[in-house]
């Protein structure tokens, strides 16, 4: 099995995750970040599965977002075997749900989106990707419920869909179809990694923050508390016993305040401030000029 895309957390997942240290996030935005969490672990759930039972010469592609005809489609997980290409929905709801003609309902009654709706679309958009850019191949695509409670009532489209108890057999099953991959397969996944875009257009945001409506100073590497002892040359959580190297806390910081703060510019300054004037400002100056890149003339200058 080759991965030729790999997966990783969402951007705005890291974004929310870094703010929900340094400021009360939002009922709103803290049940996105719920929900972002959940779908990432049930997907990272899924490989894990894929990575321990697919042996065969199969290639994956993970995220991948497409734009067809002017319209955007994503696929969670994307599997090149000899015979099919198999595309996966993967879902980690848990609990009970109704599925009614159609419509997938809580238990309590409330309509939810449908994923086999968001299957069939995505599916037609991606053979259309195919026809338009070479040699046809089948295509299989399944909605994946990974979550071990998840429980689906009045089901009658069994065939496109996995429950947890399926998961393992299903991708097992794929080992056993699956012949050797040709130069079209591995061409057609090289096409897809190209043509995967970048810039989501489904892009969430998150509650508007500044550098000063955010609380700073340094914190724990390993689980986010302020609460730190600091030496000359280390940091100490009284929180977790986490210990870690000055220069390695401070360098993560200024990538927290990279990822926090695009448009702003990393400086002796502003690194100092964000580390909550606890450490010194020629520690830091260390850190930028032999981890990252100077910009800017001495007096305006800036690190990336
Ligand atoms: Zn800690």
Not at 31 to 55: A, H, I, P, R, S
Not at 234 to 255: G, N, R
Request: aromatic share 8%; charged share 25%; net charge positive.
């Amino acid at each position: 099995m080759k991965i030729m895309k790999e997966r990783t957390m969402p951007h705005l997942l890291r974004v929310m995750q870094q703010l929900n240290k340094r400021q009360a996030l939002t009922n709103e935005d803290r049940q996105y970040m719920v929900n972002l969490e959940k779908g990432y672990q049930g997907e990272c759930y899924f490989d894990n599965v894929l990575k321990e039972v697919v042996k065969g010469d199969v290639v994956v592609l993970n995220d991948l977002l497409l734009s067809v005809n002017r319209t955007h489609t994503q696929i969670d997980s994307l599997i090149i075997t000899g015979s099919t290409i198999y595309l996966y929905e993967i879902k980690n709801y848990d609990g009970e749900f109704v599925n009614k003609s159609d419509h997938l309902l809580t238990k309590t009654g409330h309509e939810i989106s449908n994923p086999l709706i968001q299957l069939s679309r995505s599916t037609t958009l991606f053979k259309q990707h195919l026809r338009n850019s070479g040699p046809s191949f089948p295509v299989e695509a399944f909605v994946v419920y990974v979550h071990p409670s998840f429980v689906l009532h009045e089901s009658t489209l069994g065939s496109k869909l996995l429950m947890p108890s399926q998961v393992r057999s299903h991708l097992a099953e794929l080992n056993r179809r699956s012949s050797h991959l040709k130069k079209k397969h591995n061409d057609l996944a090289s096409k897809l990694v190209l043509a995967h875009v970048e810039d989501n257009p489904f892009k969430q945001t998150v509650t508007p923050y500044t550098v000063e409506s955010v609380k700073r100073g340094l914190t724990c590497l390993s689980c986010g508390s302020f609460d730190l002892i600091l030496t000359r040359r280390s940091s100490f959580c009284s929180t977790c016993q986490y210990k870690s190297l000055l220069p390695d806390s401070i360098d993560a910081h200024i990538k927290e305040f990279k990822l926090l703060f695009p448009d702003d510019r990393v400086t002796r300054h502003t690194i100092v401030e964000w580390c909550g004037g606890k450490v010194s400002d020629r520690v830091v100056w260390t850190v930028l000029k032999t981890r990252y890149n100077p910009k800017g003339s001495k007096r305006t200058r800036y690190y990336i």
